[in-house]
């Protein structure tokens, strides 16, 4: 998929580039209906005089891709330099200040964002940022990915927007995804589920109403998934889609893109996600895992971990059947990669861990001589 813009549907009108700030416009009277195209709400920041509000499309190293409000209160595409020394590297969804110069020199605060695990060290990887909704795309093709679908949720909680679980290539299903679909809304409690099909048309209405005016929405899903088809099927667009292989058809994302879609929403395309090492809070595990969380308040110890405490009501519960198992070891699992990546990011309580396992150690050899 290339980096430029794209408009809503075929035969819509491209907004003109804007080659200078001097044609944008402040922000009138006017300039908020069409800045709502863009997924501005009325809390959103105003900018400050002097300068131009913007979003950001995509961000190339030192050099940004933005829409802003051209003077005949257009839609205008603009390049623009980052400001040297900038606090916050703009990501898309990013509401941006353009000085006198067509130059970033404020990214607005943020209220939702969506990250994922960085390197080591690097804490979390910001992707999208000003988001209301995330699509989390799971294809049914091969069946349900289970741990797939709990800990892409996982990452939609954590970002402070609302999931909605899309289920792609649902004509490869029996019943349309009528069964994974019930299957899923076990996984991720509260979480509105849509199995959709862009061969048969299947939920795309569904799906369209999640994308609504002022909605900034982000396509959350493994390579593969069916992101770009969805879009196409949308929006009747043909963005590139790669040949088929082994996996399937696997899409060509490979930087972020902002869309602005018929029904009046933001749809902001990130790349596929390759590795499902989830980096977010305690409080967004237990919003997927609410069976667990409900039966926590039973077990003997209220620091109970769930993992061979004695009088443990979580385990008993797994043990009965009442709890599936395997929702128990996906929970393990998400708190152990939890607590790995704070104890790698933060250098004293990773020290501390090795001072532990150092003293177990030394008590292990004295214990065999």
Not at 85 to 114: C, F, H, I, N, Q
Not at 210 to 236: C, F, I, R, Y
Request: net charge neutral; glycine share 10%.
């Amino acid at each position: 998929m290339t980096d430029t813009l794209t408009s809503p549907r075929p035969g819509t009108a491209h907004p003109a580039p804007s080659s200078s700030p001097a044609g944008l416009a402040p922000l009138t009277a006017s300039a908020p209906r069409t800045l709502t195209h863009l997924g501005w709400a009325e809390g959103d920041p105003h900018p400050a005089p002097g300068t131009a509000l913007a979003r950001v499309v995509v961000h190339h190293g030192a050099r940004c891709e933005v829409l802003a409000v051209a003077s005949d209160g257009t839609l205008a595409a603009h390049t623009a330099d980052v400001a040297p020394a900038l606090p916050v590297t703009p990501v898309a969804g990013d509401w941006v200040e353009l000085g006198p110069d067509g130059r970033v020199v404020t990214v607005a605060g943020r209220r939702a964002v969506l990250t994922r695990a960085g390197s080591a060290g690097q804490g979390r990887q910001v992707l999208a940022a000003n988001i209301d909704t995330v699509l989390i795309v799971v294809p049914l093709a091969g069946g349900l990915n289970a741990p797939m679908v709990e800990r892409l949720s996982v990452m939609a909680w954590d970002s402070g927007a609302q999931p909605v679980l899309v289920l792609s290539k649902s004509d490869t299903t029996d019943d349309g995804g009528t069964e994974d679909a019930a299957s899923a809304a076990l996984l991720s409690p509260g979480v509105p589920v849509l199995p959709v099909s862009v061969r048969t048309g299947a939920g795309l209405d569904a799906l369209r109403a999640h994308l609504g005016p002022g909605t900034t929405a982000v396509m959350l899903g493994p390579s593969g998934a069916g992101k770009t088809s969805l879009l196409n099927a949308l929006e009747g667009t043909s963005e590139a889609v790669a040949s088929v292989g082994r996996s399937g058809g696997r899409h060509t994302t490979t930087t972020r893109r902002l869309h602005l879609l018929a029904s009046g929403g933001v749809l902001l395309d990130i790349p596929g996600i390759r590795s499902l090492e989830v980096a977010a809070g305690r409080e967004a595990v237990d919003d997927v895992f609410t069976d667990i969380a409900a039966l926590a308040p039973y077990c003997r110890y209220t620091d109970c971990g769930h993992d061979g405490d004695l009088g443990c009501a979580v385990e008993e519960a797994a043990r009965t059947g009442a709890l599936p198992p395997a929702r128990l070891t996906t929970w393990r699992k998400l708190q152990g990669e939890i607590a790995y990546r704070r104890r790698r990011e933060d250098p004293a309580e990773m020290a501390d861990t090795r001072r532990q396992w150092k003293a177990v150690s030394k008590q292990a050899r004295r214990n065999r001589r």
